[in-house]
């Protein structure tokens, strides 16, 4: 494929793992969208919603259509929004997510089946008991046979890692019930379920090249290795992509080499939840912005090289919604600023502002969806 002789949306989605069978399929997207930059380069841009931000700003609601592919539920997959109750399902809205996405012709990514943060406690305290793994059959099943005409790809197993864990794995309620080896469990119970859905594991903090996440990569590295050669059906990673100006300018290199180790793997990778955390507020809405894009920038010309790298989905579309706040540390590191009265705003981390202009970073995503398809980057997913 070329810039000048674009997908069809419809060849486009049904040759994305796991995005082609539900999804209803419209006009091309409009010029001047992430849908429609990341489409030319062979990829898929999507952003984390939640079905109550759909549901009560029609303006925002307008705003996720035209730029999106893709949504990823931001909260109402997780077992905590699903089943906060033993056996009480509540399904009202994430039915109204899919109801949104099945309308306007959006692929859905399920986030998340296993979460130590979205386990029900009810759910963490009777994993152990036994005949525990039946609680997560049941999980699985209850929301993969309603949303699996639309869902076609999950992430399995959220956040697996803790470098400091034993065999670098994190200590949570499932691997305290089931042992190290629930992550395969949990693929091979999600593919009996859903035998054409996409499997993923979706992992945070693999970024930088300092030596916390230096011994994530590896960690991380391993665990997939070790999926691998127990036959776990793994088809794909996500790589949350949650950046931080505080931790300075990211190595290139080390992002590119996570990538080809796991290309080499023959993994597919998606960036699941990128978005940029601010540190210096106290700086000109311009200069802010220009940080974030730079940052955004590097992070995506380095992953967009990588042919594997099926899309991008950042955490939230505007900054209006950001699970990103603003923290009183970070008002107390510029105790000179604001005297004014004014304030910081929101943070600036997503592609359109509060306001839902879009932004530097909107044009950096634009920027490097654009050089990546000028290299045929999507030329080996097709
Ligand atoms: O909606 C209620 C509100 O009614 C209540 O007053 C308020 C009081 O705390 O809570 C609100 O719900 C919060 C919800 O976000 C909406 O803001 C929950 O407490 C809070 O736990 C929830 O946090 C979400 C978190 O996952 C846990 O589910 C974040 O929005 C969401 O962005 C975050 O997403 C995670 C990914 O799933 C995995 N990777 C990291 C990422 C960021 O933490």
């Given at each position: 494929m070329s810039a000048s002789s674009p997908l069809t949306r419809r060849a486009l989605l049904a040759a994305m793992p796991g995005l082609g069978a539900g999804a209803a399929l419209g006009e091309p997207y409009e010029a001047g969208t992430l849908a429609a930059a990341a489409q030319a380069s062979g990829r898929e841009f999507g952003c984390a919603v939640s079905a109550a931000q759909l549901a009560g700003d029609p303006a925002f609601r307008a705003a996720v259509a035209r730029e999106?592919?893709?949504?990823?539920p931001e909260l109402d997959l997780k077992w905590t929004a699903v089943e906060p109750h033993r056996g009480e399902l509540a399904f009202a809205p994430m039915d109204q997510l899919i109801d949104f996405a099945r309308a306007a012709g959006k692929g859905v990514h399920g986030h998340t089946l296993i979460w130590h943060r979205s386990t029900p406690p009810w759910a963490a305290a009777a994993l152990a008991e036994p005949g525990g793994w039946s609680l997560v059959r049941r999980r699985f099943s209850a929301v993969m046979s309603r949303y699996g005409e639309l869902i076609g790809r999950w992430d399995v197993v959220n956040e697996p890692i803790d470098p400091d864990g034993a065999g670098g794995l994190r200590d949570s309620p499932f691997r305290r019930a089931f042992g190290d080896d629930y992550i395969r469990r949990a693929l091979e119970t999600a593919r009996r379920l859903a035998p054409n859905a996409k499997l993923l594991i979706n992992e945070f903090g693999l970024d930088y090249d300092d030596a916390e996440d230096r011994a994530r990569r590896?960690?991380?590295l391993g665990l997939v290795d070790r999926l691998k050669s127990a036959g776990a059906p793994l088809d794909g990673v996500g790589l949350q992509a949650h950046l931080h100006l505080g931790k300075g300018r990211l190595s290139q290199r080390a992002l590119r080499d996570l990538l080809h180790e796991l290309a080499a793997?023959?993994?597919?990778i998606l960036v699941?939840?990128?978005?940029?955390?601010?540190?210096?507020?106290?700086?000109?809405?311009?200069?802010?912005?220009?940080l974030v894009?730079?940052?955004?920038?590097?992070?995506?010309d380095a992953a967009?090289?990588?042919p594997k790298v099926i899309g991008v989905t950042t955490w939230g579309l505007s900054d209006r919604y950001s699970w990103l706040q603003v923290t009183r540390a970070d008002l107390?590191?510029?105790?000179?600023?604001?005297?004014?009265?004014t304030s910081p705003g929101a943070n600036r981390g997503l592609p359109l502002d509060a306001a839902l202009r879009p932004k530097a970073m909107h044009e950096a995503m634009m920027a490097a969806f654009?050089?990546?398809g000028s290299k045929s980057a999507g030329d080996s997913i097709i």
């Open positions: 999106c592919a893709t949504l990823t590896r960690a991380f793997r023959d993994l597919f699941t939840e990128l978005d940029v955390k601010e540190t210096d507020y106290a700086l000109a809405p311009d200069r802010r912005d220009a894009a730079d940052l955004t920038k590097s992070y995506l967009l090289e990588e107390e590191r510029r105790p000179d600023a604001w005297r004014d009265g654009r050089s990546a």
